[in-house]
């Protein structure tokens, strides 16, 4: 079952930091999992919208400076990392689901992915661009044609064939609350591998692998492996 750390190792160190990256490359994961916001012309990684959270700042990510953000603590010392830090912490050693969360995200995104394939041989297959704003994502894939992409869905799908129509993508991430094993089989029979969002016990690992499930968010990246 392929096993991606969501917000990096987020059980074992702070979400979204490059010690929680460092570590699910350290536990074997096949892909990082991690979420990004377009701030001036900067692209940060952090989950909410707002700081306090999981940094001791304050305030919207989005109307923050750059300069602020990067003055914060994000748990043990760590940063709010740039993109382009965890791209570089990633080469050679894991592949990179970058979730897009704010509006903007998509072209700057897609142009530092493009910058990466043409000039530092890295492989469009080494990255994995989704979005429950399926319109980004379509619109990362249609600047950078090469581009895998995902879906999340927030609910139970409707015309799930026409979204793939529409989008082609590489895999379709379904959330753990509402996955079934007829959902599974209908992504399989349109020819993409279902990834869960998220199991943290190894018996919920268990249960979506019985199911027929290809891939696992998890914050705990050994579990996958003691589930089997
Ligand atoms: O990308 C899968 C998962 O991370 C989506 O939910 O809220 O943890 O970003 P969330
Ligand atoms: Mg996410």
Redesign the pocket.
């Known amino acids: 079952m392929i096993c991606?750390a969501?917000?990096g190792a987020s059980g074992h160190a702070p979400e979204n930091t490059l010690a929680a990256f460092e570590k699910a490359v350290e536990l074997g994961a096949d892909w990082i999992?991690l979420?990004v916001f377009a701030v001036e012309n900067a692209l940060v990684v952090i989950?909410d919208n707002r700081l306090e959270r999981t940094t001791n700042g304050a305030g919207y990510v989005m109307t923050s400076s750059v300069a602020y953000l990067r003055s914060l603590d994000a748990g043990n010392g760590q940063k709010i990392p740039l993109l382009s830090e965890v791209l570089e912490l990633a080469a050679g050693k894991i592949k990179v689901?970058i979730?897009l969360?704010g509006p903007g995200t998509a072209g700057p995104v897609a142009a530092l992915i493009e910058f990466y394939v043409k000039n530092q041989g890295r492989q469009y297959a080494d990255f994995l661009v989704?979005s429950?704003d399926h319109r980004q994502v379509k619109k990362a894939k249609t600047l950078c044609p090469g581009l895998p992409i995902a879906p999340?869905l927030t609910g139970p799908p409707l015309n799930l064939d026409r979204l793939v129509a529409d989008l082609s993508p590489f895999s379709i991430?379904v959330?753990a609350d509402f996955v079934t094993t007829e959902l599974v089989d209908e992504i399989h029979g349109l020819g993409c591998p279902a990834?869960v969002?998220?199991a943290n016990t190894v018996e919920e690992i268990k249960r979506l692998r019985d199911m027929g499930v290809d891939g696992v968010?998890t914050n705990f990246p050994e579990r996958v492996k003691q589930a089997g």
């Open positions: 991606l969501h917000r999992e979420d989950h689901n979730e969360k989704s429950f999340n991430h959330d990834f969002f998220t968010f």
